[in-house]
């Protein structure tokens, strides 16, 4: 396991995390990365990113009041379960029943 501290990147740490993972990283290892929480939409779009390069977040948590930490795995992801709408097709049938 290793650990990167990304903070100094601002914005723009979702590269070098790739970057890291695909050379510094062996199969199966996990790697720590440390940046900064920002307005939030970082921890969702690094969620995105990791899974997206195909491998696996492992845990994701507040460091302190303006960091955030995640914990990705080199390993290929479960894939995200589909889910399905219902269609409002079936209630606007029962006006016409009348």
Known sequence: MKRYDLRPLK???????L???DKDIKDGENAIFLFEIGDFSHIQK?????YEAGYTLM???????VDWTIVVKK???EPRPVVEEESDDEDNNDDDEE
């Open 75 to 77: 390993v290929k992801p």
């Open 19 to 21: 970057e890291l993972m």
């Open 46 to 50: 690094s969620a995105d990113v990791v």
């Open 11 to 17: 914005d723009n740490f979702y590269s070098r995390m």
């Open 59 to 65: 845990n994701s948590i507040k460091f302190n009041e």
